[in-house]
């Protein structure tokens, strides 16, 4: 069973969040919120208040945190926080750094929007996204993926010829400048 998201609004007055940096402390909360307990309210403030809050990595490598029960994603709560609204999309980190939570750094995008801007996997031996090595033709060949198909963009003597045809499709597929970047490129 999931949880309800807290609102923006909530979030607020919860945690400080700076989007020139994109860190997140929590902020001293009242004694109201801790039913008039002075002992629960003290302490907490004491243990918790201006310390990092969203700072747990996943296993994807994505700030995360707990905030009221719920566990959420630091760039959706940099996103709701900042717009006063949580996002209906997927929040994309334009340079590819998962922890780097500046306003900046994110924007709201489609699945397919978000898979135009991905970094190239470590399976990849050309060193470049779309293009690999045939040894039956004993050429380099070209393809891109569009809208759930494979679209082939030619074999090609130089394996640079075939870059630049990779590079072209994604341009005209409007691909994010960003993608197929290397992987510990941040």
């Known amino acids: 069973m999931s949880r309800k998201l807290p609102s923006p609004r909530v979030l607020r007055r919860l945690i400080q ?3 020139k940096t994109g860190d997140f402390v929590w902020k001293k909360r009242p004694l109201w919120m801790f039913g008039g307990s002075e002992p629960r309210w003290r302490s907490w403030n004491t243990s918790w208040a201006g310390k990092p809050t969203c ?7 994505y700030n995360s945190g707990c ?3 719920s566990d959420i994603y630091a ?8 717009y006063g609204e949580w996002p209906s999309g997927q929040i994309d980190h334009i340079n590819g750094e998962r922890t780097d ?3 900046e750094n994110l924007r709201e995008v489609t699945s397919q929007e ?7 996997t470590e399976r990849n031996t050309s060193g470049i996204v779309g293009v690999s090595w045939s040894k039956r033709k004993r050429k380099w060949f070209a393809r891109i ?16 010829d075939a870059a630049y045809a990779r590079k072209a499709a994604e341009r005209k597929y409007g691909f994010h400048p960003n993608h197929g970047r290397e992987v510990n490129a941040f």
């Open 17 to 19: 969040y700076c989007p």
């Open 55 to 61: 700072s747990s990595t996943t296993a994807r490598g």
């Open 67 to 69: 905030v009221l029960n």
């Open 75 to 82: 760039h959706r709560v940099a996103w709701a926080i900042h």
């Open 101 to 103: 939570n500046r306003i």
């Open 114 to 120: 978000n898979a135009r801007n991905r970094r190239r």
């Open 145 to 160: 993926g569009v809208n759930g198909e494979d679209v082939f963009l030619g074999h090609f003597d130089c394996k640079q």
